[in-house]
């Protein structure tokens, strides 16, 4: 199976900034995206960013130029770098890998990591 493992949440002031990675997210032939989604206590989980393996990427209105997502194509690492943090972004990351290109229904999730940012 396809072993998705986020790293790197914690808790930060408002305006603070956190880098989250994620291991085993290889593209493949069955693999055509990998990304991010997050969910906040009582949410739905919400789609935040993604790369597809052609390269494209994709970023959500309240993402774009705040939550950024690249990837380290050597190592096979990617990444989501959060800035000017809010209240609003706390909540559960989960790094998730997509059949179909822009991560919208994704097959697989990790296991999450945590994210709390206090005012």
């Known amino acids: 199976q396809v072993q998705l493992v986020e790293s790197g949440g914690g808790s930060v002031q408002t305006g603070g900034s956190l880098r989250l990675s994620c291991t085993g997210s290889?593209?493949?032939?069955?693999?055509?995206?990998v990304g991010w989604f997050r969910q906040a206590p009582g949410n739905a989980a919400e789609r935040v960013a993604a790369?597809?393996?052609?390269?494209?990427?994709y970023h959500v209105p309240f993402a774009e130029g705040r939550l950024i997502v690249s990837r380290d194509w050597k190592q096979n690492i990617m990444y989501l770098q959060m800035a000017r943090l809010t209240p609003d972004d706390t909540g559960t990351y989960y790094c998730?890998?997509?059949?179909?290109?822009?991560?919208?229904?994704?097959?697989?999730w990790g296991h999450g990591t945590q994210v709390t940012v206090s005012s």
């Open positions: 998730v890998a997509d059949r179909e290109k822009g991560c919208y229904s994704p097959q697989h």
């Open positions: 790369i597809d393996r052609s390269t494209i990427k």
């Open positions: 290889e593209y493949s032939e069955a693999i055509q995206c």
